[in-house]
């Protein structure tokens, strides 16, 4: 039954990461509150892992596992929180982070040996131009934003890179080890490289309101635990391009949940953008 509803259950937990950002990003800068983030989820896997009685992998799985907490939740969510905290177009952000998919197709290609069928790449594009038109409200006044910087760009295609490289390096070095003990050892990874990014570059200042415990609790609990373990189960199941097609979706759903949660409008180019996202990702 969840191998059913993993796909879905996951892109519906990873598209309500913008709550969590959206609530909790205005008391902490961007890699204090990741490296806090990742802090909080580390221990309580600990503490699962030592209640379910689950070994500690290898110094060399565990090694693999940081690299794979460093690309994704260290270099894809820290430069992702960081381009936007400076200035960066949501819209535009999500835009370029679309092409995610197409990107770990072709480093799959690559590094696993892995083809795609001329199919999956048809209906890949064919996604991405269906996620252009969920985007496209959200890009409405950007040309006049100052947040639109070559730096902003460049960090937000190494993101793009990050996650892309960290699912193929899952599927290639880490999907022997234990989901609980090595998705662990990924977030103390992730912890120290945000970690040393905060001492550098920030000041660590937190304000400790309720609203930012709150959307510290649903990161940690939903995203960090939920979303990230399902996707883990997810690459060590499919092939690198079915996983990836997954994100296509992440717009959409955060789309629908943006109109239920805050009243946002759904034009009707948005809503038949959505339904081509859905057929193509379908047939991919």
Sequence with gaps: MLERIAPALFVFLWSTGFI???Y????AEPFTFLAVRMAITFVLLIAMAVILRRNW?????AGHSMVTGILIHGGYLGAVFWVIGNGMPAGIAALVVAMQPLLTV?????LLGEKATVRQIIAFFVAL???FMVILPRLEGVSQSTGITPLNFAVTLLSVLAIALG???QKRFATGVGLVSGTAAQYFGACLFLAALSLTFETGHIEWTLQFVLAMTWLVVVLSLGAVMLLMVLIR???SASTASLFYLVPVFTAILAWILFGETLTLLQIAGMAIVVIAVARA
């Design 20 to 22: 969590g950002a959206k």
């Design 24 to 27: 909790g990003l205005p008391y």
């Design 57 to 61: 992998p290898g110094w060399t799985a």
């Design 106 to 110: 072709l480093i799959a290609r690559l």
């Design 129 to 131: 131009g269906g996620v």
């Design 167 to 169: 699912t193929v390096y």
């Design 237 to 239: 199941r499919n092939s």
